[in-house]
């Protein structure tokens, strides 16, 4: 009981770091996009397909990590890799030189769809949850958003 018991917990440890390496590189995936389109000046259409194909293959990997890939699941990728190349574009026009920090802001929106599109496939989903990761999400855009300098962008 206990060698299965420790096996368990050693995947759950497991999990957890996966998922930290997937926000890790969903942040330098976005910043990267972001700081690419910008510095070539390849035009917004690149940055929302560039985000949209990285938010779906990382979702895609997720999803299928947790073993809760199906067809019903695919549909929500694709809803929520469209809502973040959306943000993308909002990104691209109004945000200033700093791309790390537009990295940020998607990254916060990605952690929140990510959140509670997992729970909600796991049917674990609640108001309490829900509300815990927007509040998450609202506490780093207030941060990124009392810091920035809404200023004319180089493009």
Excluded: C
Excluded at 45 to 73: G, P
Aim: net charge positive; proline share 1%; no cysteine.
């Amino acid at each position: 009981k206990e060698r299965f018991s420790s096996r368990l917990e050693q995947h759950e440890i497991w999990l957890k770091v996966l998922n930290i390496v997937k926000l890790f590189t969903a942040f330098l995936a976005y910043s990267g996009a972001i700081g690419l389109t910008w510095y070539y000046g390849l035009g917004v259409d690149f940055l929302i397909l560039l985000v949209f194909l990285t938010t779906f293959l990382l979702l895609y990997q997720a999803l299928f990590q947790h073993k809760l890939l199906n067809f019903r699941a695919l549909l929500l990728i694709i809803l929520i890799a469209g809502i973040i190349s959306a943000v993308s574009a909002l990104v691209y026009y109004y945000w200033g030189t700093n791309y790390l920090s537009g990295g940020l802001v998607l990254l916060s929106i990605y952690n929140m769809l990510w959140g509670i599109l997992h729970h909600y496939l796991e049917k674990k989903l609640d108001r309490r949850i829900v509300l815990e990761y927007v509040l998450m999400m609202i506490l780093i855009l207030s941060f990124l958003f009392a810091s920035h300098d809404f200023r004319p962008q180089v493009l």
